[in-house]
């Protein structure tokens, strides 16, 4: 397990490296992601080990959210003085933003299957 | 008993071991509910446990820097599991290549429905323009959003509590929306939760299932570079930073 934690570090490293230096508009950790993909597709497949490893991260990866959410604590006051566009927009935008995307692809992605 | 709650506070306030001990209690404790709930929007653990420590901490005159100071331990770990949607991602080669141009377009209209419903939903409430510019990127990874909006005139950190709350909306909610869409595809249901509500959406799609996650984590690292090419521009056509 401890090699592909290292693994997943020295990815996100990298990421971030890259990112930085090449004045990317996202964040290191997405990068890394984008490497670790490039490097799976060039070896042709996933090492148990590391299925393992990233299977154990990404089971918790809601847990891992929580301490940057509490943080909404830290803004309460910007927040209220905001209320009512924030409340508008927020959950009709974002359900909107999720329905459109799902059938969007949905409808796609049948056309696609037909065609094979 | 107060007293004594006050002598042993300062030592055990500034260990990350109350905070992390907390944050794992009440998780499982939301999980829990959530699954007792059949997983009912309401009981999202994510939504669940963020209330109940806030909460908390509000009530005991506890600042988030000091929560945060141990927590962070598990902030940290986000990164190393973002590197690791790969591994799910490379196990959906076969539909990635097959519907490649599919989920292009369809991250495009969603990434396009994200920013403008925000844009619009703002101008209907008369907002004023600087809180309208923070909640357009609301759909994008936090690091993203918050760049974008110091770029095309918003307030970061408005951005960076927007973003989570979105995120927890599209998490909870989201479902609820896909269900009344009929939307089944699982691959349809992660680039959806992915697209509008990043991370935390693209926790609640691994939970649902592992294609979706995988669809959701490539849709969230997609619709981050998107909004990031997109907006600035759309912003400017629009003409919003001139009312600035």
């Given at each position: 397990?401890?090699?592909?934690?290292?693994?997943?570090?020295?990815?996100?490293?990298?990421?971030?490296?890259?990112?930085?230096?090449?004045?990317?508009?996202?964040?290191?950790?997405?990068?890394?992601?984008?490497?670790?993909?490039?490097?799976?597709?060039v070896?042709?497949?996933?090492?148990?080990?590391?299925?393992?490893t990233?299977?154990?991260?990404?089971?918790?990866?809601?847990?891992?959210?929580?301490?940057?959410?509490?943080?909404?604590?830290?803004?309460l006051?910007?927040?209220?003085?905001?209320?009512?566009?924030?409340?508008?927009?927020?959950?009709p935008?974002?359900?909107?933003?999720?329905?459109?995307?799902?059938?969007?692809?949905?409808?796609?992605?049948r056309?696609?299957?037909?065609?094979? | 008993?107060?007293?004594?709650?006050?002598?042993?506070?300062p030592?055990?306030?500034?260990?990350?071991?109350?905070?992390?001990?907390?944050?794992?209690?009440?998780?499982?404790?939301?999980?829990?509910?959530?699954?007792?709930?059949?997983?009912?929007?309401?009981?999202?653990?994510?939504?669940?446990?963020?209330?109940?420590?806030?909460?908390?901490?509000?009530?005991?005159?506890?600042?988030?820097?000091?929560?945060?100071?141990?927590?962070?331990?598990?902030?940290?770990?986000?990164?190393?599991?973002?590197?690791?949607?790969?591994?799910?991602?490379?196990?959906?080669?076969?539909?990635?290549?097959?519907?490649?141009?599919?989920?292009?377009?369809?991250?495009?209209?969603?990434?396009?429905?994200?920013?403008?419903?925000?844009?619009?939903?703002?101008?209907?409430?008369?907002?004023?323009?600087?809180?309208?510019?923070?909640?357009?990127?609301?759909?994008?990874?936090?690091?993203?959003?918050?760049?974008?909006?110091?770029?095309?005139?918003?307030?970061?950190?408005?951005?960076?509590?927007?973003?989570?709350?979105?995120?927890?909306?599209?998490?909870?909610?989201?479902?609820?929306?896909?269900?009344?869409a009929?939307?089944?595809?699982?691959?349809?249901?992660?680039?959806?939760?992915g697209?509008a509500?990043?991370?935390?959406?693209?926790a609640?799609?691994?939970?649902?299932?592992?294609?979706?996650?995988?669809?959701?984590?490539?849709?969230?690292?997609?619709?981050?570079?998107?909004?990031?090419?997109?907006?600035?521009?759309?912003?400017?056509?629009?003409?919003?930073?001139?009312?600035?």
């Open positions: 397990m401890l090699p592909y934690i290292t693994l997943l570090l020295l990815c996100q490293l990298a990421g971030e490296i890259i990112t930085r230096l090449a004045g990317l508009p996202i964040p290191g950790p997405v990068a890394g992601m984008v490497l670790l993909f490039l490097g799976l597709v070896r042709g497949r996933v090492p148990p080990e590391l299925e393992k990233s299977q154990g991260l990404l089971r918790y990866l809601a847990l891992l959210f929580v301490p940057a959410g509490v943080g909404v604590i830290a803004y006051d910007l927040l209220s003085h905001a209320l009512l566009p924030v409340a508008a927009a927020v959950l935008g974002t359900l909107l933003t999720v329905a459109v995307t799902g059938l969007v692809m949905q409808r796609l992605g056309a696609a299957g037909e065609k094979r | 008993m107060e007293a004594r709650l006050a002598a042993l506070a030592g055990l306030l500034h260990t990350p071991l109350l905070w992390l001990t907390l944050t794992l209690l009440v998780f499982q404790g939301a999980e829990a509910l959530f699954r007792r709930s059949g997983a009912h929007p309401l009981s999202n653990p994510v939504l669940l446990s963020v209330a109940a420590i806030s909460a908390l901490l509000l009530a005991c005159h506890i600042e988030y820097q000091v929560y945060f100071s141990g927590a962070r331990f598990l902030h940290f770990l986000l990164g190393p599991a973002t590197v690791a949607l790969a591994v799910p991602l490379y196990r959906q080669m076969e539909i990635i290549r097959k519907s490649f141009a599919a989920i292009m377009v369809s991250l495009l209209a969603g990434s396009l429905t994200g920013m403008g419903s925000a844009l619009a939903l703002g101008w209907l409430c008369r907002a004023d323009p600087r809180i309208i510019l923070s909640m357009a990127p609301k759909s994008v990874t936090t690091p993203i959003a918050m760049g974008i909006a110091g770029e095309i005139g918003g307030l970061p950190s408005l951005t960076a509590v927007i973003v989570i709350v979105t995120g927890i909306s599209g998490a909870a909610f989201g479902g609820w929306a896909l269900d009344r009929r939307v089944k595809d699982p691959v349809a249901r992660g680039l959806a939760y697209t509500s990043h991370g935390i959406g693209t609640r799609a691994m939970h649902a299932s592992p294609v979706s996650g995988a669809f959701a984590g490539l849709a969230m690292g997609l619709n981050g570079l998107a909004t990031a090419l997109i907006l600035p521009a759309l912003v400017s056509l629009l003409h919003i930073g001139a009312l600035k």
